[in-house]
């Protein structure tokens, strides 16, 4: 079973930012939040991922809360393109090799 | 698709038959996987290959059997196909060190009737 609750669904209008939220309230201290997300029907596409400190990247940012129990990724311009199931995945770094359990994610649907 | 292929990248065939799905990547990553993915299940680990003859069972591995004899190639091999095998096969890379920053082919859907 998936570490993560997400919500299933999410709008957003396009141009303005995402904020999709993650609850990993049980996560561990050397254990990593990673985030992907998969638009439909193609491979799932790694964005970001963090262990304790935000992250930025040409993609997304990652807030990650002091307490680690939850976190946001933040899409700052949403396009329609950004339309796709975001998965937030706990994993501790290079544990059971690629063994990630990707749970039912967050649906976002990005809306002109 | 950081430089991964699938093939077939569509398949139907009958239960009974032996099928092989090839991945190829030109990334020369070490690490290389094969998923599946299915309606209320999400994407599950199948088998995974750590090196060039270097192969380990994933989550669900039954029915399957991996080889990797060269670096940038990695076949899955259903050996007889089964209708609970019917699903979307997704290969992935990753490198040294990166930890689960995984990249993705763009699949294979495969049916089995």
């Known amino acids: 079973d998936a570490k993560t609750t997400q919500p299933p669904s999410m709008d957003c209008a396009e141009g303005r930012a995402a904020n999709l939220p993650c609850n990993h309230s049980?996560?561990?201290?050397?254990?990593?939040v990673y985030w992907y997300r998969q638009i439909h029907s193609q491979g799932p596409q790694y964005i970001i991922h963090?262990?304790?400190n935000n992250e930025t990247n040409e993609m997304a940012s990652l807030i990650i809360t002091e307490d680690r129990k939850s976190s946001t990724l933040i899409l700052p311009h949403a396009t329609l393109r950004d339309t796709a199931v975001y998965y937030c995945?706990?994993?501790?770094?290079?544990?059971?090799?690629?063994?990630?359990?990707f749970g039912k994610g967050t649906k976002l649907s990005v809306k002109p | 698709d950081a430089g991964i292929t699938q093939s077939p990248r569509h398949k139907v065939t009958e239960t009974g038959t032996p099928v092989t799905l090839r991945c190829h990547q030109t990334?020369?990553?070490?690490?290389m996987y094969w998923y599946r993915q299915d309606p209320g299940h999400g994407l599950r680990l199948i088998h995974y290959?750590?090196?060039?003859?270097?192969?380990d069972k994933g989550e669900v591995s039954d029915g399957y059997s991996v080889s990797r004899s060269k670096t940038e190639d990695f076949l899955l091999t259903l050996e007889s196909a089964t209708s609970s095998q019917t699903s979307v096969y997704f290969c992935?890379?990753?490198?040294?060190?990166?930890?689960?920053?995984?990249?993705f082919g763009s699949g294979t859907q495969l049916s089995v009737l």
């Open positions: 992935a890379i990753s490198e040294v060190g990166a930890g689960e920053k995984l990249f």
């Open positions: 049980t996560i561990s201290g050397n254990e990593y």
């Open positions: 963090g262990l304790k």
């Open positions: 995945i706990v994993k501790d770094y290079g544990g059971s090799q690629g063994n990630l359990i």
């Open positions: 990334e020369n990553h070490r690490y």
């Open positions: 290959s750590y090196g060039v003859k270097d192969t």
